[in-house]
């Protein structure tokens, strides 16, 4: 018998083949559309919009509407309650994902199929070639803090899960990762255990055991990494007992993981008595991934737009370990690479892979704007993303703002910058989750002094009294005075830049600014109640303004507010 020969992963021929897409980027885009609009031409959606067989961008934006997910949302529900029908696409939707609402507060359903796996291995293949040029690893494995997500059945009996954890149930996940020099230290009991807490507990625990081979650590956004050294700081003496007694800790009950550890966890006294030494030496826990991990050689995870603000902290762990910002995309599918390593992680560019969608481009300070193609953005200019994708989604707002910074060959490389009206408007403003993040930057400044920091943050926008105003929560590490708390609380209110906000503010049409300072924990409870849901470590995001639609959230910050600061800023 014939035994067809696998291809092997060469990285330079990876980087030769988006050399040559990318080159080509207008003309990849229109084949791109052509083999979408072909492969479901007998979607009932694509027949509905008239296309009668064209192909074309021109006719395709002519026939077929923008849309955003609420548009979509009574179809998708028909498919995920098993309509025989071939609604959004030619072939049946057997998996949905489910987003991780942690912007929106909403999970979002969103029809998945194995193109999407395709694309994401490709996109992994591709930063990994250029990473591998800057960065180059050899066999080893990585620390991966991943999470299969609960899976359920949709009323039609379709496989309902998060995109990540549909992603690394497949066998093309793990092949590409051992391709990679990466694969998980982890067993799969671990990854995919159903409790994230004694999952993360192992995950450190494996880290330790094979922390001479490890060679990168990652996940999919860099919160999920802070947070799990924040655990390492409160569970390390227990880790250190595990490795040198070979018994896992009575904290780990649920079998499968007990029984996949047992296959790893020998006693090591040597090893715990090194790891012991080297905590002890450690000031304030500077440096912790270096000096527990000798030949990582770089941290590698989503870094950008909501993730900013857990880079001070990430880099503190890290010492001199290298941070490399992950891809671009979403639960809709993929966008771009991170193609330039050299840039610092929050000055990440993305460049667009031409033939994993249709990317349209919305321009944001056109009132009604017409999209553009991919090719023909202009540098400097924000735009609003449209997707349309291999797995049913046609001309669709996937609702996040990038700039485009420059051009790959001839595809645009675009940086994050936030997401789309998430702050709502109280009077003539404008702000943005960036408005904000830059805000609590520059006010958490006034904490260092103290040697205190702003552990996460969130804000609410308060209408029950006239005017309305913005109350901004935060999680303090410690300690500070009222006056360090006031001055940081007029900090924030004078800090947002807005012309919007700053004019509303001076004529009183907006209420003065409300610093909340929460308990110790409280937005653990948050990640609990996200994860209680069904949302994984994986994508989570703190959701950065948490609206009146998301009363669980905001009883959560409500019950946990330990003082309340006023803004005196503008008189
Ligand atoms: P989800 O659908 O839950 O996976 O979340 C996807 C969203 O995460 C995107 O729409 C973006 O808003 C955000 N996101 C994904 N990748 C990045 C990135 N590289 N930088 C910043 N934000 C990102």
């Known amino acids: 018998m014939l035994v067809k020969a696998e291809k092997r992963f060469d990285p330079e021929e990876v980087i030769e083949e988006f050399e040559a897409l990318t080159k080509d980027a207008k003309r990849v885009q229109t084949e791109t559309l052509k083999k979408i609009l072909k492969e479901n031409s007998e979607a009932e959606y694509l027949k509905k919009w008239c296309l009668d ?94 999470y299969g997500s609960k899976q359920f059945k949709t009323k039609g009996g379709l496989l309902a899960g998060t995109a990540t954890s549909n992603v690394y149930r497949s066998e093309q996940f793990k092949k590409t990762m051992k391709e990679m020099h ?102 304030n826990w500077y440096g912790l991934i270096e000096a527990l991990f000798p030949n990582v050689k770089y941290i590698y995870g989503i870094m950008t737009g909501s993730m900013e603000p857990y880079l001070k902290k990430l880099r503190h762990y890290a010492g001199g370990i290298p941070l490399l910002s992950a891809d671009y995309g979403s639960s809709e599918g993929w966008i771009g690479a991170n193609v330039n390593l050299t840039r610092p992680p929050e000055m990440a560019t993305f460049a667009v892979l031409p033939n994993i969608g249709y990317f349209e481009f919305l321009l944001l300070r ?27 989604l046609y001309r669709y707002r996937l609702g996040d703002v990038v700039k485009v910074v420059g051009f790959h060959n001839s595809t645009p490389e675009l940086q994050f910058v936030c997401r789309r009206n998430l702050m709502p408007t109280i009077n003539i403003d404008k702000n943005t ?30 209408l029950s009294s006239e005017p309305g105003h913005y109350v901004i929560f935060w999680e303090v590490s410690g300690e500070a005075s009222d006056e360090v708390f006031q001055d940081c609380c007029n900090c924030l209110d004078s800090t947002f830049v807005d012309a ?16 909340k ?18 949302s994984t470590l994986n994508q989570f995001k703190t959701p950065r303004c948490v609206g009146p639609v998301n009363q669980t959230v905001l009883r959560i910050l409500c019950d946990n507010v330990v003082k309340s600061y006023t803004s005196t800023a503008f008189g």
């Open 53 to 146: 067989g064209k192909t074309d961008p021109e006719s395709y934006s002519t026939c077929v509407p923008l849309v955003t997910h609420k548009d979509l949302e009574p179809l998708i529900q028909q498919i995920a309650d098993g309509s025989p029908l071939p609604i959004l696409t030619g072939k049946p939707i057997t998996i949905i994902t489910l987003s991780s609402g942690t912007t929106q507060g909403r999970r979002k359903f969103v029809p998945f199929n194995d193109e999407l796996t395709e694309t994401t291995m490709q996109i992994y293949r591709t930063s990994y070639a250029f990473r591998n040029r800057e960065f180059p690893i050899k066999n080893g494995k990585a620390l991966t803090f991943i």
């Open 182 to 283: 990466t694969p998980c230290c982890s067993p799969d009991e671990v990854i995919f255990g159903p409790d994230f807490h004694q999952s993360l507990y192992c995950h450190l625990l494996c880290g330790l055991i094979f922390h001479d081979e490890i060679q990168v650590i990652s996940s999919t956004f860099a919160h999920s990494i802070v947070h799990s050294f924040r655990t390492f700081e409160l569970v390390w003496e227990e880790l250190c007992s595990d490795v040198k007694t070979g018994t896992l800790s009575a904290r780990i009950t649920v079998p499968t993981i007990r029984t996949a550890m047992a296959k790893i966890l020998k006693p090591d006294p040597e090893l715990a008595d090194k790891i012991l030494e080297k905590c002890l030496t450690l000031t």
């Open 366 to 392: 056109d009132y009604d704007p017409k999209p553009v193609g991919l090719t023909d953005v202009a540098v400097g200019e924000e735009y609003e993303v449209v997707v349309t994708n291999f797995a049913g």
């Open 433 to 462: 989750e960036k408005d904000l993040q830059l805000s609590v930057e520059a006010a958490a400044k006034l904490l260092t002094a103290e040697k205190l920091e702003v552990v996460d943050f969130t804000s609410h926008v308060d």
């Open 500 to 515: 919007g906000y700053v004019s509303s503010r001076n004529v009183q049409a907006i209420g003065p600014l409300e610093l």
């Open 517 to 534: 300072v929460l308990k110790k924990g409280s937005f653990q409870k948050i990640l609990d109640h996200y994860v209680g849901l069904g």
